[in-house]
């Protein structure tokens, strides 16, 4: 079997764009997703029931519907009504972003509710009211246990951004894509991008792991 | 200072709380005993109002915290409260925890805070472990931390649920000693607890409560010595 590297160099600098933009993507829809997902879950804890039902339905329809589907909806629905026209990349951006906060509301509400009710009721003992008892007993305490759980989620967030390349976000896979397509070559550019893919997920794991470690040592 | 009043309680159609009574008077130590299930608990935790009111009143100083208008927060800054397993702040040093609520709540500073907090240590002698994490503490040493902690605030009640119940034997007495000293100095105190040693010493007045009434209440050397009531005697039969 021959390995035409050739090929991977000339398309160098297009993979390099793409992975700019698949790190930006990535970015954005964990900035996005978390400060998303963090305003859901609490929506979702909620007492009142009534309240606490379109979160609710937030997360079952974006956790039970494929994302594929969500960016075709999105991309091809919901962009062109506010913005005129469609545009890859806000469509990718605010899909995966939708996407993970649903996931991300879970994370927070298990974190919050895994704390004991005991650091509540005695945070509530002392005359602080409920939102600085979230604030300096449970969200700190909960956060670390969140770090797992999220890190996973972002990992997960990186890898289905290629999922962007169906609607011709240039992102990895858009570039990956169009190198088979040119060349028929199968293992040159897949291989290429799952490289790539494994150095991204790798970092962040390994930045996940450095802040995990400090948290604990404190 | 406290005034309880026809107060009950449900957990669904279980009903723990039957219609309670109480006044306790300023710098009284009022001890609740009782079986497990008695309701004694839910009784302390329904005076801050940790536990919803299903019916009646309770009075803190005049203040109906049943009443909807009521600032909860303000009367629980009053009203102190130590937990039988302990919930000290994991992610907080001893003194973090106990300068906590000042700080937030009371809105004091920083060096106030610290000074109180440190004299507060002393008197319950953990002065030596400001800067340690609750987790290498002792169970002993927790609950005392918790005690400062809950003084910090300066309340003018102190409730106990059981304090020394989660405790080692050998760990029993310092943390009693401390409460012991409260009561000395007169805080106006209700303490849920098995130690009858020490609801006969510190009590001015013991409760027993069973089945979600107050069977009796009397001074600790009549209730323990002569109990008027069955229920009562048959308790205190299984326990001394």
């Given at each position: 079997m021959d390995f035409r590297f050739d090929i991977i160099v000339e398309y160098s600098p297009y993979l390099l764009k793409g992975t700019l933009l698949t790190i930006g993507l990535s970015l954005?829809?964990?900035?996005?997703?978390?400060?998303?997902?963090?305003?859901?879950?609490?929506?979702?804890?909620?007492?009142?029931?009534?309240?606490?039902?379109?979160?609710?339905?937030?997360?079952?329809?974006?956790?039970?519907?494929?994302?594929?589907?969500?960016?075709?909806?999105?991309?091809?629905?919901?962009?062109?009504?506010?913005?005129?026209?469609?545009?890859?990349?806000?469509?990718?951006i605010i899909a995966l972003s939708l996407n993970a906060a649903a996931y991300i509301a879970e994370i927070f509400r298990a974190g919050i509710q895994s704390?004991?009710?005991?650091?509540?009721?005695?945070?509530?003992?002392?005359?602080?009211?409920?939102?600085?008892?979230?604030?300096?007993?449970?969200?700190?305490?909960?956060?670390?246990?969140?770090?797992?759980?999220?890190?996973?989620?972002f990992i997960v967030l990186i890898k289905e951004s290629s999922l962007a390349a169906i609607v011709a976000?240039?992102?990895?896979?858009?570039?990956?894509?169009?190198?088979?397509?040119?060349?028929?070559?199968?293992?040159?550019?897949?291989?290429?991008?799952?490289?790539?893919?494994?150095?991204?997920?790798?970092?962040?794991?390994f930045l996940l792991n450095l802040l995990e470690r400090r948290l604990k040592t404190e | 200072m406290i005034k309880v009043a026809n107060?009950?309680?449900s957990f669904g159609s279980h009903k723990v709380l039957n219609g309670i009574d109480v006044i306790v008077q300023p710098q009284e130590v009022v001890v609740v005993i009782g079986p497990s299930g008695s309701g004694k608990s839910t009784f302390l935790r329904c005076i801050n109002l940790l536990e919803t009111i299903t019916d009646g009143h309770v009075l803190i100083e005049g203040m109906d915290i049943t009443d909807k208008g009521t600032d909860i927060n303000k009367v629980r800054e009053e009203v102190g409260m130590v937990f039988q397993h302990f919930n000290l702040f994991p992610h907080k040093t001893v003194i973090?925890?106990?300068?906590?609520?000042?700080?937030?709540?009371?809105?004091?500073?920083?060096?106030?805070?610290?000074?109180?907090?440190?004299?507060?240590?002393?008197?319950?002698g953990l002065e030596d472990k400001a800067e340690a994490y609750p987790a290498s503490l002792s169970g002993g040493q927790k609950q005392r931390v918790a005690i400062a902690r809950a003084l910090a605030m300066e309340p003018k009640i102190m409730l106990f649920d059981e304090p020394t119940s989660a405790l080692d034997p050998e760990?029993?007495?310092?943390?009693?000693?401390?409460?012991?000293?409260?009561?000395?100095?007169?805080?106006t105190m209700v303490v849920v607890t098995h130690e009858m040693g020490f609801a006969k010493e510190v009590g001015d007045r013991v409760i027993f409560m069973d089945s979600g009434l107050i069977i009796e209440e009397n001074q600790p050397k009549e209730l323990f010595e002569n109990p008027q009531h069955e229920r009562t005697q048959a308790f205190l039969s299984k326990i001394l």
């Open positions: 954005a829809g964990i900035a996005i997703g978390t400060i998303l997902g963090l305003f859901i879950g609490l929506g979702k804890m909620q007492r009142r029931k009534l309240l606490a039902w379109p979160f609710d339905w937030y997360i079952t329809f974006f956790r039970g519907t494929p994302l594929f589907v969500q960016i075709l909806l999105i991309h091809f629905g919901v962009v062109p009504v506010f913005l005129g026209q469609t545009n890859g990349i806000v469509a990718t704390i004991d009710r005991g650091q509540m009721e005695a945070a509530r003992s002392l005359g602080m009211s409920h939102v600085q008892s979230m604030r300096y007993v449970i969200l700190p305490q909960a956060s670390k246990r969140m770090i797992p759980p999220l890190g996973n989620e976000t240039p992102e990895i896979m858009y570039w990956g894509r169009s190198m088979a397509g040119q060349y028929y070559r199968v293992w040159e550019p897949y291989l290429t991008a799952a490289v790539i893919y494994l150095i991204l997920t790798l970092s962040l794991s | 107060l009950q309680k973090e925890n106990i300068m906590l609520a000042p700080l937030k709540v009371r809105g004091i500073d920083e060096n106030q805070a610290r000074a109180k907090a440190m004299e507060l240590l002393k008197k319950v760990m029993v007495g310092e943390v009693l000693e401390v409460i012991k000293q409260l009561a000395r100095e007169g805080m």
